[in-house]
């Protein structure tokens, strides 16, 4: 078995990850709902089709993280930075996205309906496909490539909310 592995496909619900070492593991299928990983560092993961709704992720490092296909209600995502991260068919619903970095992060096909996304940073992100209905946007930082790939209505109240780059 890969180092890397020993996390995948495993109920990690009660694990307490405060000494270990995150970056790059594979935590694929795994059942995480309400862990907490607040203020770490796990970039170059992999969190696929994992359960990790009602989580704490709040001011995490995750760049280059892959979340495809992850159940993520209710996660609480505040101040964390998602730099490049994959985050396509993700279930985003009432999850606490407010105050973080999205960078090129990809939302295609993600459920964020009643996503409080305040003051977030949105330059590059891709919403193709997204849900996006009750999305808080408000102070939230978008460019043109942003705004492209969200729905005409969707694209109004993100412009009347947030503010362009």
């Known amino acids: ?24 593991r594979d935590f694929s299928d795994s059942n995480m709902h309400g862990v907490n990983l607040k203020n770490r560092d796990i970039h170059n993961a992999d969190l696929s089709c994992s359960d990790l709704s009602e989580s704490d992720l709040s001011e995490t ?10 159940d993520m209600r209710g996660v609480n995502l505040s101040n ?23 960078f ?18 949105l330059r590059h992100a891709n919403f193709t496909g997204a849900i996006l209905t009750s999305a808080d946007f408000a102070g939230a930082n978008y460019d043109q490539d942003t705004l492209q790939t969200i729905s005409k209505d ?4 993100l412009e009347s909310q947030g ?3």
């Open 1 to 24: 078995m890969n180092p890397s592995d020993v996390f995948r496909k495993r109920n990690l619900t009660k694990v307490n990850f405060d000494y270990e070492d995150l970056v790059g």
């Open 61 to 70: 490092i995750l760049f280059h993280v892959k979340f495809r296909g992850a």
């Open 80 to 102: 964390a930075k998602l730099w490049d991260a994959e985050l396509y068919g993700v279930d985003l619903r009432n999850a606490n996205i407010s105050g973080a970095d999205l």
């Open 104 to 121: 090129y992060t990809d939302l295609r096909n993600s459920d964020l309906e009643k996503a409080n996304m305040r003051g977030v940073n």
């Open 154 to 157: 969707m694209r109004k109240i």
């Open 163 to 165: 503010s362009r780059w």
